[in-house]
């Protein structure tokens, strides 16, 4: 099979991969990348903190609750009339009244340390909202500048394509085929000649004489390691 026209083909395709990298490797493109994460992590960061402050909640209603319960029963023993009761149930009363008072205190301590842990989880709320906003502002000016970058290199990315189009009628279908589609995996360049008439010329894997000995039959050979196409370089 010729596969010189195919040649001639990735030698204009090189231009438009040289023309994409280009896109691809923009400042702009690498800051987007990183400014979606960032926005990302404080999204999850945010849904986070918004369960563990709907948690921190529940547990202030519940000691609210139990506190409340605590005074009530405070008050109705400050209430009550101690002169009627013998020496021991004095005795069990006041054990009982440290008790709730003890209670009291534990109880005030821990609804405390909760209002300053929803205070420290707000906050940090409001940090990561205020990161997720500048990352998304970021973004979205990023964004504008690689399409900026974008449409001054169309023209020469739509000449190099419709030259192309023109090249690829000269090309066997199925070698164009499947051509296209390792280009699409990102691979470039996609035929490589045979090395030393035994190495792949991209990657140098060795390659197996039986092997070696198709491409005179079918042109081309597809490196096991590096899916690219192999070609018998004309001495
Ligand atoms: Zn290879």
């Keep these: 099979m010729n596969i010189e026209n195919l040649l001639k083909y990735q030698k204009l395709d090189e231009e438009l991969y040289r023309v994409e990298q280009k896109l691809v490797n923009s400042p702009y493109k690498k800051k ?8 990302k992590k ?3 960061k945010s849904t986070e903190l918004e369960t563990e402050a709907e948690k921190l909640i529940s547990e202030i209603e519940d000691l609210k609750q139990k506190f409340s319960i605590n005074k009530a029963k405070m008050d109705e023993m400050l209430n009550c009339d101690i002169s009627s009761l013998t020496l021991d149930d004095i005795e069990k009363f006041n054990v009982l009244k440290a008790k709730i008072i003890s209670n009291l205190n534990i109880l005030e301590k821990m609804l405390q340390k909760s ?6 989880i707000l906050a940090d709320f409001n940090r990561t909202i205020k990161t997720f906003n500048e990352a998304k502002s970021q973004y979205s000016n990023c964004k504008q500048k690689i399409d900026e970058e974008s449409k001054i290199y169309e023209p020469e990315k739509n000449r190099i394509s419709k030259e192309l ?3 690829e009628k000269d090309v066997d279908v199925t070698l164009m085929n499947e051509y296209k589609k390792k280009r699409q995996d990102n691979i470039f360049p996609v035929i490589v000649p045979l090395e030393n008439g035994t190495f792949c010329g991209r990657c140098r894997m060795e390659l197996p004489k039986v092997a070696i000995s198709r491409i005179k039959d079918t042109g081309v050979i597809t490196c096991e390691h590096c899916k690219r196409f192999i070609y018998m370089p004309t001495k």
């Excluded at 987007?32 to 926005?39: D, F, H, P, Q, S």
């Excluded at 209002?115 to 420290?120: S, V």
């Design 42 to 44: 404080s999204q999850t």
């Design 165 to 167: 189009k023109s090249l």
């Design 115 to 120: 209002a300053e842990n929803i205070n420290l």
């Design 32 to 39: 987007a990348t990183e400014l979606a994460n960032i926005a």
